[in-house]
């Protein structure tokens, strides 16, 4: 029997899954900014600051603990589970620390927070590995709660730092998140709950999103059905995702029974359904009547039927779900103060706006420059050295729904917008793929809505384009050249 050798370097997972970005798409000059991404494959698109070291001596840590402990009167470590909750607390001015466990139960969680309360009679910082869930909505009810969020990866990496043998417990765990807070506090923000308003819409748009990835694949699920039994209709229907679609199966899941249908009844059906030309109804019914069985086994036949009508019932409830939160969204999204901002922006349209809206937020002092926005949405991609090698990548940690935000809608600004459209043709001529050049598009529009969100200015192209006439910009010359 051969060893296990347990000592060899495991290549990270991101050189397995991804491709690498093509700095080359960002190599022009930023003429909203004044930035310039240096034009060399392993630079990245983020904006580099030469680094400058500081001291740390154990007077400044002292300081900082104590004004901790001024605005704190205990801190508390949480690992969260579905059904109980570890602890870690320690109270200001002291080195004791106490271990408990918390049922994951309503009375108890209350009970649990006025007793500290009323022990510790003022604010009580907790760290735990949630920005929002059950623990943390339980707990933001009480205003003596201050809470920080560390990221789990955060966590675990600095748990590996200490026991290399990976050795895991949950209380250890939240003592481990306590420690964070504590030695590392500066760089941890609490959260900041935005109005009623704009979180509602957050939540209305992410479960919409969700929504529309269940119809995909309830859609996906209802085409290889049908294509073992009946796969005429997908000749028959470009979009499978209607309602048109969902009744014709409906009342008709087989074709046997279609062919049977009367031609009057196949024409009341589709007009009735806004299918107001009579050139393709004609060419459906045409297809009907032509069409052949693909097999007439009675056990195939019943099975798969019993299974299309069943899909046809999941894809018509999520139909009518996602038109639900649409008429939700479009009642609450233009009440809110920021909505004409994104509202205006070339190809937003109803879905994207209210998404854009949600992405920026209404705190304008979260982020300090585009640059921070652009590394937190994931557009702006990371640099790895080691040694002599040197290499870009996209990033892995990223709130994923507002990366696809903001390149689903950069995707819908190049035939909208002449700058767009001109940028991203120019980094199709580089060689660059076209989800390299929305991205890097992407890059681009986040500066301009930084500067249009921070002023309160709606975008307006004409300006722009003045602007860039003004800076010399290398696009406007490469676009008069081509043309």
């Not at 049922?103 to 910082?125: C, N």
């Not at 000749?235 to 049977?260: A, G, I, N, S, Y």
């Not at 600004?413 to 390299?436: L, V």
């Amino acid at each position: 029997m051969r060893l296990r050798i347990t000592n060899n370097p495991t290549p990270t997972v991101d050189v397995f899954s991804f491709s690498f970005e093509f700095a080359g798409a960002l190599e022009i000059v930023n003429e909203y900014s004044g930035f310039a991404v240096t034009s060399a494959r392993y630079i990245a698109f983020a904006e580099l600051k030469q680094c400058t070291s500081h001291q740390i001596t154990l007077s400044l840590w002292e300081v900082f603990m104590s004004s901790l402990t001024q605005e704190f009167s205990a801190f508390i470590g949480i690992d969260w589970a579905d059904t109980k909750h570890d602890i870690c607390l320690q109270p200001a001015n002291s080195q004791h620390r106490e271990f408990d466990q918390l049922p994951h139960q309503i009375p108890a969680i209350e009970q649990w927070a006025y007793s500290l309360q009323k022990r510790f009679g003022g604010t009580i910082a907790v760290v735990l590995e949630l920005s929002k869930g059950p623990i943390v909505y339980a707990l933001q009810k009480y205003d003596f709660f201050v809470l920080f969020p560390v990221n789990p990866s955060t966590l675990a990496k600095y748990r590996e730092a200490f026991k290399p043998s990976r050795a895991k417990d949950d209380p250890t765990d939240a003592e481990l998140a306590l420690d964070l807070l504590l030695c590392h506090g500066d760089r941890f923000k609490p959260i900041k709950r935005q109005s009623v308003e704009m979180r509602t819409l957050t939540y209305l748009v992410e479960q919409r999103r969700q929504l529309v990835g269940d119809k995909t694949r309830f859609v996906n699920r209802l085409c290889d059905t049908l294509k073992q039994y009946f796969p005429q209709t997908l000749d028959w229907f470009e979009h499978r995702d209607t309602v048109l679609f969902c009744d014709f199966m409906t009342r008709w899941p087989t074709l046997t029974q279609v062919k049977r249908a009367r031609k009057a009844s196949l024409e009341t059906f589709f007009k009735t359904h806004n299918v107001r030309f009579d050139t393709v109804i004609a060419t459906r019914i045409s297809g009907i009547r032509a069409a052949t069985p693909l097999t007439l086994d009675v056990a195939v036949l019943t099975a798969h039927q019993l299974q299309a009508m069943a899909q046809v019932n999941q894809l018509r409830t999520t139909l009518q779900a996602i038109d639900q939160f649409d008429d939700a969204i479009a009642k609450l999204a233009p009440t809110l103060p920021d909505y004409a901002l994104f509202n205006a922006l070339p190809g937003a349209g109803p879905h994207l706006a209210p998404r854009l809206l949600v992405a920026f937020g209404e705190q304008r002092e979260r982020f300090t420059s585009a640059a921070q926005f652009q590394q937190y949405s994931g557009v702006a991609p990371v640099t790895e050295r080691s040694g002599k090698k040197c290499w870009v990548h996209w990033r892995w940690q990223c709130p994923t729904f507002l990366r696809q935000t903001m390149v689903e809608w950069a995707a819908q600004t190049i035939n909208k917008s002449f700058w767009a459209g001109a940028y991203y043709r120019q980094q199709r001529d580089k060689g660059c793929s076209h989800q390299t050049a929305v991205r890097a598009l992407a890059f681009k529009w986040i500066r301009i809505l930084y500067r249009c969100w921070q002023n309160r200015t709606p975008y307006d192209e004409s300006k722009y384009l003045n602007a860039l006439k003004r800076r010399d910009s290398p696009l406007l010359k490469q676009v008069t050249t081509t043309s």
